[in-house]
């Protein structure tokens, strides 16, 4: 088991406190979920946990195994087995998504233990009838001229391919229909029948839950988690609003 923790969490952007005290802990086989408003930070937190240089952590840390990984630099955070799939995925011209998916998954293994192409290539397509891609996908170049959907369930099989130990899921039902929303987590909740692997996803919707069911609901206010519970939270929620629980928890943001 792989333990996850950010701990104290503040992070500035541009000289301004967005974090202002993240606390959470994970372990492997689990599922937590990250609600809340737009704007309240919940972005803020994975590109801060997997190093965009554009977010200062000012305090605290996030402990992987115990090792603060704010000291590594970014590829040894996803070489530590860290996985962040973004809100807006970018393009990458030039380069094949096979390729792509075969150089992420040897950079994380050791000069002498590179993948056979073979054993990639078999991965690569149990993986992509998981999702319902077709072959002709993994020679297009990455993501270019995707729609908004396949380039979500190319992220999908990134994370299937590449098998890190903890992803940081950043909305990733943002823009989906019901059919893909069901191809994506249907790849997620295949990765959590490993039990060395736990996900963090942050959501606005509660529809997202219905497809991949958090062990744990954290929901974020203001750059805090201001409350933490089980699926029901979410469920709770998405009856009041978070202009109810704000007003449960007496908060005035
Ligand atoms: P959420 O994901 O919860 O919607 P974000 O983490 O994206 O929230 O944003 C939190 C706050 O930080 C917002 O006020 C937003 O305007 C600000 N912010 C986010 N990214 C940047 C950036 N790159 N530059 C300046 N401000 C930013
Ligand atoms: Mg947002
Ligand atoms: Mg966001």
Redesign the pocket.
């Known amino acids: 088991m792989s333990t996850l923790e950010v701990k104290n969490l503040h992070v500035e952007?541009?000289d301004k406190e967005?974090l202002k005290g993240v606390n959470l802990k994970m372990a492997t086989g689990e599922v937590h979920a990250i609600m809340?408003p737009?704007?309240?930070?919940?972005?803020?937190l994975s590109e801060a946990i997997m190093g965009n240089p554009?977010y200062k952590a000012t305090e605290g840390e996030v402990l992987l195994n115990g090792v603060n990984i704010l000291e590594l630099p970014v590829d040894e955070r996803a070489r530590a087995g860290l996985f962040l799939a973004m809100q807006y995925p970018s393009e990458i011209p030039g380069i094949t998504n096979a390729e792509f998916l075969r150089a992420a998954i040897n950079a994380r293994r050791p000069e002498d233990n590179q993948i056979p192409i073979r054993e990639f290539l078999k991965k690569l397509d149990k993986m992509m009838t998981t999702l319902d891609m077709t072959e002709e996908m993994s020679d297009r170049y990455l993501n270019e001229g995707f729609s908004g959907g396949e380039k979500k369930r190319n992220e999908i099989l990134q994370l299937m391919m590449i098998e890190p130990k903890f992803a940081i899921l950043d909305e990733i039902d943002s823009g989906l229909d019901i059919d893909a929303l069901k191809v994506v987590s249907r790849g997620v909740n295949e990765m959590l029948k490993n039990a060395e692997f736990g996900t963090l996803m942050i959501t606005h919707y509660q529809r997202l839950l219905n497809y991949i069911v958090p062990d744990v609901v954290h929901v974020m206010m203001d750059g805090r988690v201001v409350k933490t519970g089980g699926a029901e939270l979410a469920e709770k929620l998405e009856a009041e609003g978070y202009a109810g629980l704000r007003d449960e928890l007496g908060l005035d943001v």
């Open positions: 952007i541009e967005i809340g737009n704007g309240t930070g919940k972005s803020t554009a």
